[in-house]
């Protein structure tokens, strides 16, 4: 087992306070990859996916958030063996990575899980060819993978306290899918009170809500 | 509901990570290995994932652009049905070879959860 | 509160902490992925290594638009 450098975060800006150390106790720093900065640390050996370490990694995403005014945390297991791997990685996407740390500059997530009976699904009526119909039939598949308007009426509510939302169904038995959202540090608690008394307009749906978080769901996608 | 049933509920959904939890514990990347006992079936199916995994990103593009409306009525025809025929063949492949649709979603570590 | 050394999955099933579950979806699930690798092998012995997320790109982004008939 080799060390490997491994990768907790992109950031904007400068940090308010020592960085302090990663989930094997190793410092971290700071690394520029181009324009971009990144937060890396060196663990001994590659980290396993325990739940000790998903949470020690959750907790050194908190505290970097707090650091800096913009921050993506990294998916777990995010590693190279050296800085070149990572430049080459990073400096084709910084592009979108800069997009991304701009729109959650100064921002939390929280995490929306609901509960509850589907929306039937409209019938469509079949348009085109063969080929039309299938690539419309998987358009409106991947559409509703990513919606959730059973949770509109509480959408409506939240609505000034959002700067972005993104959502994945599940239909999973009772667990229709989950929300994301993006909120200002300052509306944190404003969008909280509005979440507590809004969640009664869901007829007889329900919301387990979590956060703050960082902004994990607003990095950019991997694959275009 | 009771707050247990919320969680079991949960856990089915995150059912599916239990394949990621694996592999990452195994190693920095995932690894697939044909086995030698059944090289040619292990062989079709790796070259028929890959063939399926380039397919869907295909896709995937087509529905973006078609979302975007830079393709023309004709394109969408064509391409729709290139795809379709490319999944059905594929798939005919795969059952001549003893192998399932499902035995062709290789997984393919961060990129095959990202499709 | 006893803490197993197996996979996060095992763990989940004896928890019941909400606040865990979400902790594993952001971690596993979302986030910034850098990575994307696959490594092929045969009889045991890596053979093929691929990176595929430094070189996927919408080809409509990196290729010139084509004329209008």
């Known amino acids: 087992m080799s060390p490997v450098l491994y990768l907790y975060a992109m950031v904007d800006g400068e940090p308010s306070g020592p960085l302090g150390e990663g989930i094997a106790g190793e410092p971290l720093c700071l690394v520029r990859f181009g324009d971009l900065w990144a937060v890396l640390g060196n663990p001994a050996a590659p980290p396993r996916p325990d739940r000790e370490t998903l949470q020690a990694q959750d907790a050194v995403a908190r505290r970097l958030a707090d650091l800096f005014p913009a921050l993506l945390p990294a998916r777990f297991g995010e590693q190279a063996p050296d800085e070149a791997t990572f430049t080459a990685r990073l400096v084709p996407r910084a592009g979108e990575i800069a997009a991304a740390l701009e729109l959650v500059r100064g921002c939390v997530q929280m995490t929306l899980r609901v509960f509850g009976d589907p929306e039937p699904v409209p019938a469509v009526e079949p348009e085109?060819?063969?080929?039309?119909?299938?690539?419309?039939?998987?358009?409106?598949?991947?559409?509703?993978?990513?919606?959730?308007?059973?949770?509109?009426?509480?959408r409506e509510v939240l609505r000034p306290f959002l700067r972005a939302e993104k959502v994945r169904r599940h239909d999973a038995g009772r667990l229709l899918g989950t929300a994301y959202h993006l909120v200002p540090r300052p509306r944190t608690g404003a969008y909280l009170a509005a979440l507590e008394h809004a969640e009664g307009r869901l007829a007889g749906r329900r919301i387990a809500a979590t956060g703050p978080w960082p902004p994990y769901a607003f990095a950019p996608e991997a694959v275009p | 509901m009771s707050q247990r049933e919320e969680i079991a509920l949960q856990i089915q959904e995150l059912e599916d990570l239990r394949a990621e939890i694996e592999r990452q514990a195994a190693s920095q990347a995932p690894h697939w290995n044909a086995d030698p006992e059944e090289v040619q079936r292990s062989v079709a199916r790796l070259v028929l994932a890959l063939v399926e995994f380039l397919r869907k990103l295909m896709e995937r593009q087509a529905i973006r652009r078609m979302e975007a409306g830079t393709l023309a009525p004709e394109e969408i025809e064509n391409l729709g049905l290139a795809l379709m025929k490319l999944e059905e063949t594929l798939h005919d492949i795969a059952r001549r070879f003893g192998l399932n649709p499902e035995d062709l979603n290789l997984d393919l570590g961060p990129l095959g959860k990202l499709i | 509160m006893s803490r197993s050394e197996g996979p996060v999955g095992m763990d989940l099933l004896e928890t019941s902490d909400v606040s865990l579950l979400d902790t594993v979806d952001h971690l596993l699930n979302q986030g910034l992925v850098v990575s994307g690798e696959v490594i092929i092998g045969l009889a045991g012995i890596d053979l093929i290594y691929l990176r595929l997320s430094a070189v996927l790109c919408a080809a409509d982004r990196v290729l010139p638009p084509e004329p209008a008939d």
């Not at chain 1, 080929?131 to 993978?145: C, F, K, P």
């Open chain 1, 128 to 154: 085109g060819g063969p080929g039309a119909r299938y690539l419309a039939a998987r358009l409106r598949e991947a559409a509703r993978s990513r919606s959730l308007p059973e949770i509109e009426p509480l």
